[in-house]
DNA sequence: GGGGAGATTATCT
DNA sequence: GATAATCTCCCCG
């Protein structure tokens, strides 16, 4: 019988390391949810990052340390989710495959076409129902269930999307091949 | 299939 | 008062 790999150790590593090994891994809210197609790594240590200037009552779950939730208000409109590593590290989940509660997931996004329901951070916490209730939660506790791949799917990077500061760091990670991105990586 | 405008609100300057 | 880790719809081709 081996033993399941311990989540706080996962998460307590690089946070690019972790936003890579996270692809690959499968995260569902009360049975809804697939595995995670794409994601993107944030430090505080560039301006990108919400705990860059420190910890605020909105970035406060940033600094729970590794395997909490951090979940923010994006555009006043759409929710994000986000992982919580150390030292205010995180990595924003931008895309999942869809493979439980589909049905339920094209309820709450009024959408049939699978490949549409979690391509992109806004569509996935809608379509899993995450919200400002999950803030600061563990990642490896009920409703959420949590498992590392079980060998490492091929992978692509590139530059993160939809932001304007340290745009050009190479932190955007996703399954080489996957139809269920967010936008598609760049080829070279 | 691609580009641009608008929606909407918490947070910080 | 400006900004923001987004999404959808509409127009054009």
Redesign the pocket.
Known sequence: MPTLPDTTAFFNREVTAVARDLLGAEFTLDGVGGIIAET?A?HPTEP????H?GP????AS?FLGPGHL?V???????W?L?FVCADGA???I?AIEPLEGIERMAER???ANRR?LC????????ALAVGKQHDGLRIDAPPFRFRPPESPPPVVIGP??????AADLPWRFGIAGSAFL?KAFRPG
């Not at 990108?48 to 705990?51: D, F, P």
């Not at 605020?56 to 970035?59: V, Y």
């Not at 992109?120 to 809608?126: E, I, M």
């Open positions: 993107e944030y990108a990052s919400h705990a200037r605020t009552p909105r970035n940033m951090y923010y208000r994006s555009y006043g409109i759409h994000c986000n995180a990595v924003l931008r996004r009024g959408l549409d391509s992109g951070p806004g569509k996935l916490a809608q993160r999307i939809g932001i304007t500061k967010s």
